[in-house]
């Protein structure tokens, strides 16, 4: 791990118009790591400071860092997969590792996480079976969304995980009414939400911010500033001077961490949910991080961003941060990392000829899961489609 400082804001933007007549000049640094504000525990040379430490046990530093290994490996055997025609989509969280790991982590077992769509890691740290995720991802029968939604929009309740919705910043105010749904039950659960900075943009971004300022609902709000939005800079998408300060306007707390930091995700993650706990309300944390991969699948990235504007963000990779720590406090060898890279490898191999293997879901199941008793005019569509020619065809390709 080289000891590279954090990359200046992006050169290809332009600084923000001067501000004539201002009364309140603003320091716009949306996606600058190294401002001073933001929170960072582990440091160069894989010592943590003090101050931020979460207080990890090794054992749960080990199993995030598996867990950090095994989603980046995911995601790169999705993208080939994908890209042989195998499976239709994905999003993936290359680089972000860190912000989505620690935050799930942080969370208490009761505790809630409504997705964005990049988070298929919080879903697996919550219990969702890997396998369960594969047959998403190639919509078969045992998909629990039984491939009626995308790839990578799954859904996993029993581990209190909601669902996965393509339009920006729905699980926002879905998050913020479960939690007050929450509070109003005297019940102490609290709910992460996870969007992108992007999604500040959003209406729902602002509804829920203020009904759970005003109402003081136990949310942490989980900013994931990974530079883009698709292919608009962060620069692009907001006058303010971060993504944290907009808390401000809604009388909630903002931090800044570095999301390429493990153990400082964790904390500000443990403290949001600790002052949730307590009954003071929402935090929004804006995670600084970088999404290496383009937005998706469907997505070239070097269309509009230069190659070179990611070395700097290569170099602050969370999970080498982490692999640093461990080889100082545990012995972490690289012949350990051969050993759960070959586990992993086999169990996605494995997961992918069963997914592969499974049948489609039943042309009778599109019409399951809307109501608890089924109306008669589906009843008839449902009999009509089973009798007809595509029901004849189905199954035959
Ligand atoms: C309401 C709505 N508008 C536009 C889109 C198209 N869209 C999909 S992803 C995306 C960018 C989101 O960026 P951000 O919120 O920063 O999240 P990131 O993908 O970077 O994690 C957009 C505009 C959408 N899905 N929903």
Redo the contacts with the bound molecule.
């Keep these: 791990m080289s000891t590279a400082s954090y990359p200046a804001p992006s050169p290809a933007v332009s600084p923000a118009p001067a501000n004539d007549g201002s009364v309140h000049p603003v320091a716009r640094h949306p996606h600058d790591a190294t401002a001073p504000d933001v929170v960072r525990a582990l440091r160069e040379d894989g010592t943590l400071d003090p101050k931020n430490d979460p207080g990890l046990r090794t054992e749960e530093v080990l199993s995030l860092y598996r867990a950090m290994v095994r989603t980046r490996l995911l995601d790169e055997r999705l993208v080939i997969l994908q890209r042989q025609g195998r499976i239709g989509f994905h999003i993936g969280s290359l680089g972000e590792e860190a912000t989505i790991l620690g935050s799930a982590f942080a969370m208490r077992q009761n505790d809630w996480i409504f997705p964005?769509y990049?988070e298929f890691s919080a879903a697996l740290w919550r219990g969702m079976p890997l396998q369960r995720y594969i047959d998403n991802m190639f919509g078969n029968a045992n998909d629990p969304v039984k491939g009626r939604q995308m790839p990578d929009h799954y859904t996993w309740k029993k581990g209190r995980f909601g669902s996965v919705s393509?339009?920006?910043?729905t699980q926002i105010t879905q998050a913020v009414g479960f939690a007050w749904g929450a509070k109003v039950k005297r019940e102490d659960t609290a709910v992460l939400v996870y969007?992108?900075?992007?999604?500040t943009s959003?209406n729902e971004f602002h509804n829920g911010m203020n009904f759970a300022g005003v109402f003081k609902t136990p949310v942490v709000f989980m900013c994931?500033n990974?530079g883009?939005?698709?292919s608009v800079p962060t620069e692009r998408q907001t006058a303010s001077e971060n993504f944290a300060v907009k808390g401000e306007a809604y009388g909630i707390p903002g931090v800044r961490v570095d999301g390429n930091d493990l153990f400082a995700v964790v904390k500000v993650t443990r403290d949001a949910v600790a002052r949730a706990a307590r009954g003071e309300g929402p935090t929004i944390i804006e995670a600084l991080t970088y999404?290496l991969s383009g937005?998706s699948t469907s997505d070239d990235p070097k269309v509009y961003r230069p190659e070179a504007g990611l070395d700097p963000w290569r170099r602050l990779d969370p999970i080498p941060r982490v692999r640093q720590y461990l080889e100082r406090t545990a012995g972490w060898s690289e012949a350990q990392d051969k050993q759960i890279e070959a586990e992993i490898d086999a169990e996605l191999k494995a997961a992918v000829v069963e997914a592969e293997k499974t049948a489609q879901p039943s042309l009778e199941s599109m019409f399951e899961d809307v109501y608890a008793e089924m109306p008669w005019h589906l009843r008839e569509q449902r009999d009509e489609l089973l009798r007809g020619t595509r029901a004849k065809g189905h199954g035959q390709h």
């Design positions: 964005c990049r393509s339009p920006i910043g969007f992108g900075e992007g999604a959003s994931r990974n883009w939005a698709i999404r937005h």
